[in-house]
């Protein structure tokens, strides 16, 4: 970037420079009116997204000066920062960004670089009443760094940037273990893993910019598709700051001391404390690679054969099957195959024999090997010989998977409605909760926009079920996006928990989910987190409306 500092949108996903540019976003329309079956004619005008320098937010009731001494200089009123503290990333964040409204923006931001300054702030705002939002990387897709409706009475409200706390402090060889700060982003922590030869391996899609504190306290979901998924599992002890004081467990492989401290920190969303570091389990980089594409002319053949597999405990790393308009939409196929996309990888040995079981296993249910999809690599092998890495299927759609956000932001300016959302449920209830969710989603789209598209992949498959994730697109009336986007999104909703499945598989509750969480989890269980949060947050300034009523 010639020196200059690379700017991230203000309203739409990840890096500014890489939100395809107006003829881009004009060529994009012209696809995306043939998949819909929409003119292109009846597309509206793009919008243009408002100007970061020209925004108008509601005036801050507090001001950095109103803080005690030391802490004005880590806090931050001007309305660029609390712009882009405003928000998540969900698509219905990038409307309103979209739309230059600004209104739930936070009162101040403040940007800590060392603990004592998060233990001062958070002090700070318990001495005062002030809400407290923690904010990790603000890629959450349910409202979860928002502040809530911005009522006249809501108290004056600081944004928590965690970012500012991003080192791996110390890593521990012989356990295989490392410290680290819980604002640290996927590349910022993986950098220094790399330096002692380690490496995290969490890739959710978010990870250029989502960081280890906001992926503990959502219970993100990684790359991985079998096994180890959630990073509760990599979890090894967790330090929270909690308004009454530290919450910090110990380090031990395993304990049946009781409920784990560290699962009720994982997934609390920030209403419990402030993770500051973290002892992440972590692992030898990769080495060996087998991959495998499978094609299946029938989807049910294709759930079955993924069935098999995540039931033989051969634990590949990768097993996602996208159906045929995923895998269509993806480039991987044109339309006619569902697809699975198989990988394993180990740094110990070569994968070459589980991937050639799950393949058999595949072909018992009429997977077919189209030429070439069958590839073993050895990392250090190729290194030395500087071979170029193979390109096929997974490394279409690996791309494509990186670039979907960025296409979802261009398209929400061409008034297009583009959402996923993401449930589980097990083997014996799939079949009938996916047909629900297609017919909701599909009933809600016509009766909202006239026509739309839904796909499915499954991003995870347990032995009891798979994790399905599902991405819809309509098209949408520009003044008219989020009413259209909310009848959608309720339905999908209301389909999950009709058809047994869980509101969310990893993207967490937030505000968005909220009602569908209440309704999903054992009242008795409601009012033990209740009291917990009661417990260590007696008035209530983390997080309100998340997970709990304040
Ligand atoms: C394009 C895109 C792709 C995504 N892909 C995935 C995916 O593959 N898998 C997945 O699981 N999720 C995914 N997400 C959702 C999101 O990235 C995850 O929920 C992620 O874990 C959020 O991390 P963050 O650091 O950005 O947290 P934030 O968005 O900043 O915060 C999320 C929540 O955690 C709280 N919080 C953040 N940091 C802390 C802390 N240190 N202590 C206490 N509370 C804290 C916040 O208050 C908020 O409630 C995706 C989102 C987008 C926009």
Redesign the pocket.
């Known amino acids: 970037m010639g020196g200059e500092e690379r700017r991230r949108s203000l309203w739409g ?2 890096w500014a420079d890489k939100i395809p540019d107006a003829e881009s976003t004009r060529n994009l329309a012209v696809q995306i009116a043939g998949v819909l079956g929409v003119a292109e004619s009846d597309l509206p005008e793009p919008l243009t997204p408002p100007d970061p320098g020209a925004l108008s937010l509601p005036r801050p009731r507090i001001r950095p000066a109103d803080a005690p001494p030391g802490l004005s200089t880590i806090l931050d009123g001007s309305d660029a920062v609390r712009a882009a503290h405003t928000y ?3 698509y219905r964040d990038i409307v309103r960004g979209l739309h230059g409204d600004y209104a739930p923006a936070p009162d101040l931001v403040a940007t800590p670089t060392e603990e004592a300054q998060v233990e001062q702030i958070l002090a700070w705002c318990d001495a005062r009443r002030h809400v407290c ?10 409202g ?2 928002e502040a809530g409706p911005a009522a006249a009475d809501r108290p004056p409200t600081i944004s928590l940037d ?1 970012r500012g706390l991003d080192r791996v402090h110390e890593v521990e060889r012989t356990s295989g273990l490392a410290r680290i700060a ?2 640290a ?1 996927g590349p910022i922590l993986e950098g220094q893993l790399a330096r002692h030869g380690f490496t995290l391996r969490h ?5 250029e ?15 991985f598709a079998t096994g180890y998924t ?2 509760d599992e990599r979890v090894a002890s967790v330090r ?1 700051l909690t308004p009454t004081g530290w919450w910090e467990s110990r380090r031990l492989p395993g304990s049946g001391a009781g409920p784990s401290p560290d699962r009720l920190v994982c997934g ?4 419990l ?4 570091e973290a002892w992440m389990r972590v692992a030898k980089r990769p080495r060996w690679r087998s991959k495998a594409t499978v094609h299946f002319t029938s989807y049910e053949d294709a759930v079955a054969a993924t069935r098999a597999i995540a039931q033989s405990g051969l634990m590949p790393a990768n097993c996602r099957l996208l159906d045929h308009r995923e895998a269509m939409l993806n480039m991987v196929a044109s339309g006619d195959v569902a697809v699975l996309l198989l990988g394993f990888e180990s740094a110990d040995r070569p994968m070459e024999t589980p991937l050639l079981r799950a393949v058999t296993l595949a072909k018992d249910f009429g997977g077919r090997l189209p030429e070439g999809s069958v590839r073993h690599a050895d990392d250090e092998a190729e290194e030395r010989a500087a071979l170029p890495r193979p390109v096929g299927g997974d490394e279409t759609w690996r791309a494509a998977f990186i670039d ?2 960025y296409l ?1 932001s261009a398209l929400a300016t061409l008034g297009i409605i583009v959402d996923t959302f993401e449930t589980a449920c097990t083997w014996d209830g799939f079949e009938a909760l996916h047909a629900g969710i297609v017919r909701a989603v599909k009933g809600a789209m016509r009766e909202a926009c006239g026509t739309g598209l839904i796909t499915c992949r499954f ?1 995870h498959v347990y032995p009891d079920g798979p994790a399905p994730y599902y991405t819809f697109i309509a098209p949408g009336r520009t003044e008219a996006l989020l009413e259209q986007w909310a009848a959608i999104k309720t339905a999908a909703s209301e389909a999950i928990l009709a058809g047994g499945g869980t509101i969310t598989h ?3 509750v ?1 505000r968005t989910h909220r009602a569908w969480y209440d309704r999903q989890r054992p009242d008795p269980f409601a009012a033990a987190l209740r009291a917990a949060k009661r417990a260590v947050d007696p008035n209530g300034i983390l ?1 309100p409306g ?1 997970l709990v009523d304040p």
Not at 133 to 142: A, E, N, Y
Not at 203 to 207: A, E, L
Not at 268 to 271: L, N
Request: proline residues 5%; hydrophobic residues 35%; charged residues 5%.
């Open positions: 996903w990840g998540g990333k969900a939002i923690p904010f990790g990387g603000g890629t959450s897709v349910v979860g760094v965690l819980a604002g982003t890739y959710p899609q978010s990870f910019f989502s960081t280890l504190g906001g992926w503990i306290v959502t219970r993100a979901g990684g790359h959630h990073i929270m609390s969303e920030g209403i404390g402030v993770v500051t979907a956000p979802q991003t990893h993207h967490g937030g997080n998340i």
